[in-house]
């Protein structure tokens, strides 16, 4: 198990991306808090997530019979207010943070010619702005239990210009990026190190509109070197490392899953 006993907070975790990190993290031995503004979404999943480890054998080895491995919190990432209350939670209930995975983000596929500015700024409010609220709150909980990882979901998006996506949410992750360099380097000396992940297109349901149009779907796949899409597994797999003491001199790296496509 690489993440045993390690206590890891996960944003925007009640479906897709997100839910997968949270898999794979309690079947690691991590103790996760899955947060999601979807209270309903992120109880039903956390239920899954516990069920299926309590299955598999992999939360009693870590628990035993009583732990829970997996907690459902309701955070919107947007709020203050909500990002104090949920890292209080979590310290309550475990007395630690060692991973806060900043997952939770939105697109609105609109071309910058048409996109209202009220749609800009929610973009900004959940991709910008949440991931900067929890690592302001975050950090002096890591500093007093002696370093953490922070790591960040961004996209291919923040890394290259890409012809298939709007120009608001490829900002919003260009600014992940350097949010996570910039943490990197200001808070190494803490012992916290902060990377940034950067998927191809993912079927999720984030991506559902896109990949029911057949002439959009043949666009993704005919983009990747090697051929496919990437998996909710593969991405999920890069944030297990990321998380991990096998990752303990990785600082500040843009870390993409993406079959080669930014490899030109
Ligand atoms: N799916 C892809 O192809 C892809 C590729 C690259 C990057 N990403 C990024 O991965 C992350 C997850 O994407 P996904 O495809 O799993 O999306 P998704 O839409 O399937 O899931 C996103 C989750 O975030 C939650 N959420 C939305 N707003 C929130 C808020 N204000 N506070 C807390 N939770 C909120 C939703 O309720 C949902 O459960 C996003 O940051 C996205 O930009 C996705």
């Known amino acids: 198990m690489r993440l045993r006993g390690k206590v890891a907070l996960i944003t925007g975790a009640g479906q897709g991306l997100g839910a997968e990190i949270a898999r794979r993290y309690v079947r690691e031995g991590a103790r996760v808090f899955l947060a999601d503004v979807n209270g309903e979404l992120a109880a039903t999943t956390a239920a899954q997530i516990a069920d299926s480890a309590r299955s598999e054998g992999s939360a009693s080895e870590v628990f035993g019979d009583s732990g829970a491995p997996v907690e459902p919190i309701v955070l919107d990432v947007t709020s203050e207010p909500d990002w104090i209350a949920a890292i209080r939670t979590v310290r309550e209930k475990a007395g630690r943070i060692d991973v806060l995975v900043n997952n939770a983000g939105i697109n609105i596929r609109r071309d910058i010619e048409d996109m209202p500015v009220e749609s800009f700024d929610a973009m900004y409010a959940v991709n910008v702005r949440g991931p900067f609220l929890g690592i302001k709150h975050v950090l002096p909980v890591m500093k007093v239990g002696g370093g953490g990882v922070i790591l960040n979901m961004a996209s291919i998006c923040g890394l ?105």
Not at 227 to 253: K, P, Y
């Open 160 to 264: 290259v210009g890409h012809k298939f996506t709007n120009e608001a949410y490829t900002t919003t992750k260009g600014a992940v990026t350097l949010l996570t360099k910039s943490i990197a380097s200001r808070y190494a000396a803490a012992n916290i190190r902060c990377n940034s992940v950067h998927p191809s297109t993912v079927d999720t349901p984030m991506l559902q509109t896109v990949l029911t149009d057949p002439e959009k779907r043949a666009e993704r796949y005919g983009e990747i070197p090697l051929g496919r899409l990437a998996s909710t597994d593969d991405v999920a797999s890069a944030f297990v490392f990321l998380a991990s003491d096998e990752a303990s001199f990785i600082n500040g790296v843009a870390f993409p899953v993406d079959g080669g496509l930014t490899a030109w």
